[in-house]
């Protein structure tokens, strides 16, 4: 470098200079071995922070390659994000085979007991855009690739078990009325508004979805937290070529865990990476988030008995009727090395089976089997997608497809067909070990046809707002109340009650009553409707777990505060299994009564206490008169008895609470009472919810 260039270059900016160039010469703040920054065709770059100009004043040159290249990368970095889930957080992980389904099936993942299948799961919200916050009222899906041995097997489920249509032609009309509308382009993430319902109360046979969606369900805590369904009926086939139907749950080990919807509505300002954020930190500690993976087996026979169809994805089997036999666990361990090269550019498709599993009949599922390959060619523009490394196949494959768009590997020899003699290792079909469907006659008359097994479309409506807690219906019943309150169409709101009075009268009053109507508007035409035996199993609450595991206690801190009772009651929240985060006015470190310095993880006014499952205040008397000029402060306190959730004070986190005008109550526990904390903190306050909400 001449002199001349060099004072010019450290007058635009020191940092620049020195950087790690041809001499190898190292940053002054940096330490290492740093390789040589190069384009994209090898070449060593000798400047990064210049572009290459006529002169000192002059304009840019066209000739800067090196520029050019870069920008050029830079404004084709972004791809189509996914129509529907296109928010979305992945994992790497595996799956353990703990009972084998050998007299079922021949797909080795499902028959080597103890072999550990590595996998990517990707969990996600359906309706907002890829930049959406992580916690609006939404189904979640859970898509999981597992490598097998014998190739790659797509599990793509959501955490509900049934689906809003019948039959895939109606897929694209539901989704254009969930997203945000086209003339207005909102709202965003969001089934409240009119072309949503408009769409929903013309099509009955989403009233069983709608109960699901309206619960908490769509609300989770953490994604750590929620269930996961194939939803469809599948096929096991064994070694003789008989088939067994088989629908696939996995239920997580620390419980079912949701947010209320005002506390979702706050966790979304205060942290729209909530989600992703909670599962990065939970497998980053080592707290790698499990599942326990199970399945429900039935033959064709039961299935005729059943009072529902199967095939149809709108309907569940109830587990009392078929029970869940557990046959492995599923465990995420592993965050990618790259956003974009892992969660964004998987590609799920549920054709991808594997021998041993096939399909069946749903024509839900049927229309999926085409709409996932065809999106991915859009999404990542290639037909050799499946090149990427997070979708390449872990065992070795090969064939005759070549070229193609972006064609990443360099196939060899002459013979690119089969059948063929010219070369002794160019792939072959194997007709024992290959795929082979499932040998099912067909007859019947072809036409635009829908069994009237499909037809009863409310009494699994029914069934699943009857096994609700009275909590759990009051939830549903509000959420309808908030969503169709938000629908400016007065005839789809009457539309949607009318709908309800078939699921239960009851709730159709409490949401006419919440709408402001005077009566009760005519239900639509349909079956009659049929009673099921409840199941508990259907409810949040019921699939609780009361423990404080891979949970998070917040707690609000002062100068001065107790320095013992903020050590005993963090070991105490830690031995329970959860973390602790310390919240105070600035970040830093705070003093404790003892002198020492505390660190503090949260500032106040940006670490409200929706985001932790149950709270502390310890404050010494001087330091909670302060705190209770900050509104921050009075809505931590207020938010968390809003919020169902367990407080621990000490005197001056009382005074606080008082000041705050909140009335105590059981889950307001005395801060030496670490036990008796505990044990509230392991679930929600729920009968405190009807002291301080109006709830439909
Ligand atoms: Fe999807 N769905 N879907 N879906 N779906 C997509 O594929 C589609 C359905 C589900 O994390 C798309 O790669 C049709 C049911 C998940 O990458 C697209 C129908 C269930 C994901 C598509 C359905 C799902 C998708 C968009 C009706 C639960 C995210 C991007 C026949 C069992 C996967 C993509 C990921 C994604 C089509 C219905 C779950 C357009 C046509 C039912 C979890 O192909």
């Not at 320095?563 to 299994?577: H, I, Q």
Request: hydrophobic share 40%.
């Amino acid at each position: 470098m001449s002199k001349r260039k060099s004072t010019e270059r450290a007058s635009l900016g020191a940092i620049s200079d020195g950087y790690a160039g041809d001499g190898g010469e190292l940053h002054q703040y940096a330490q290492g071995t740093h390789p040589a920054l190069k384009t994209n065709q090898g070449l060593s770059v000798s400047d990064n922070q210049n572009s290459l100009r006529a002169n000192l004043h002059g304009p840019s040159l066209l000739e800067d390659f090196i520029l050019r290249e870069k920008i050029n990368h830079f404004d084709h970095e972004r791809i189509p994000e996914r129509i529907v889930h296109a928010r979305g957080t992945g994992a790497h992980g595996y799956f353990e085979l703990t009972h084998s389904l050998k007299a079922h099936t021949t797909a080795k993942i499902l028959t080597e007991l103890g072999e550990r299948t590595p996998l990517f799961a990707r969990i996600s919200t359906v309706a907002g855009g890829s930049g959406s916050a992580d916690t609006p009222r939404d189904v979640r899906g859970f898509a999981i690739k597992f490598y097998t041995r014998q190739g790659n097997w797509d599990l793509v489920g959501n955490n509900i078990p049934v689906f809003f249509i019948q039959d895939a032609i109606k897929f694209p009309d539901l989704v254009h009325a969930i997203k945000m509308e086209p003339d207005r382009g909102f709202p965003q993430a969001a089934t409240a508004h009119d072309t949503f319902w408009d769409f929903i109360s013309l099509t009955p046979e989403s009233m069983h979805m709608v109960m699901w969606i309206m619960s908490d369900r769509t609300l989770p805590r953490s994604l750590r937290m929620i269930e996961g369904f194939g939803i469809h009926s599948f096929r096991l086939i064994n070694a003789e070529g008989q088939s067994t139907f088989v629908k696939f749950h996995w239920r997580p080990a620390l419980g079912l865990q949701s947010t209320l919807w005002d506390e979702a509505c706050k966790i979304a300002g205060a942290d729209p990476d909530f989600h992703r954020r909670d599962l990065f930190e939970a497998i980053r500690a080592g707290g790698f988030p499990e599942w326990e993976f199970s399945v429900q087996l039935f033959t064709q026979e039961q299935a005729d008995q059943f009072p529902f169809d199967h095939l149809d994805a709108t309907k569940l089997i109830p587990e009392e009727l078929v029970p869940l036999l557990p046959i492995g666990r599923l465990v995420l361990d592993r965050w990618p090395d790259n956003f974009f090269a892992e969660t964004e550019q998987i590609a799920f498709c549920p054709s991808h089976l594997v021998p041993g599993i096939d399909f069946s009949n749903d024509p839900l599922l049927q229309g999926r089997l085409f709409s996932y390959l065809d999106t991915q060619l859009s999404r990542l523009g290639s037909v050799n997608f499946h090149q990427l490394p997070v979708n390449m196949p872990h065992c070795p494959f090969a064939n005759q497809q070549r070229d193609g768009h972006m064609q990443m590997s360099v196939p060899r020899g002459r013979v690119a067909y089969e059948p063929s003699t010219l070369e002794s290792d160019s792939a072959r079909e194997v007709f024992s070990t290959g795929f082979q469907s499932a040998e099912i006659s067909e007859c019947g008359d072809k036409g635009r046809l829908r069994a009237s097994s499909f037809a009863d479309h409310y009494s699994q409506a029914r069934l699943f707002y009857l096994s609700q807690t009275d909590y759990e219906q009051a939830h549903i019943a509000s959420a309808l109340v908030f969503e169709l309150s938000k629908v400016e169409h007065l005839h789809v709101r009457q539309a949607m009650v009318g709908h309800l009075r078939h699921i239960d009268e009851e709730l159709a009053r409490r949401v006419a009553d919440g709408l402001g109507f005077m009566e009760l508007p005519v239900p639509p035409l349909a079956e009659p409707v049929r009673d099921y035996a409840p199941s508990s199993a259907l409810q949040i609450i019921g699939k609780m777990k009361r423990s404080l595991e891979g949970r998070c206690v917040g707690m609000l801190v002062a100068s001065g505060s107790d320095a013992a009772a903020v050590d005993a009651l963090s070991l105490a929240v830690r031995e329970a299994g959860a973390s602790i985060r310390i919240v105070a006015v600035t970040v830093g470190l705070v003093p404790l009564s003892n002198d020492f310095l505390l660190k503090v993880d949260g500032q106040l006014a940006g670490t409200p206490s929706a985001i932790f499952d149950a709270v502390a205040i310890v404050l010494a008397e001087d330091a909670a008169e302060r705190l209770a000029q900050d509104v921050a402060a009075l809505d931590f306190v207020r938010d968390a008895m809003a919020h169902l959730k367990a407080l621990a004070v000490d005197g001056g986190g009382l005074r606080l609470l008082r000041m705050a005008g909140v009335e105590l109550d059981a889950g307001v526990v005395a801060i030496d009472n670490i036990p008796g904390f505990i044990a509230m903190a392991k679930t929600r306050q729920w009968a405190r919810e009807k002291t301080l909400r109006f709830l439909a």
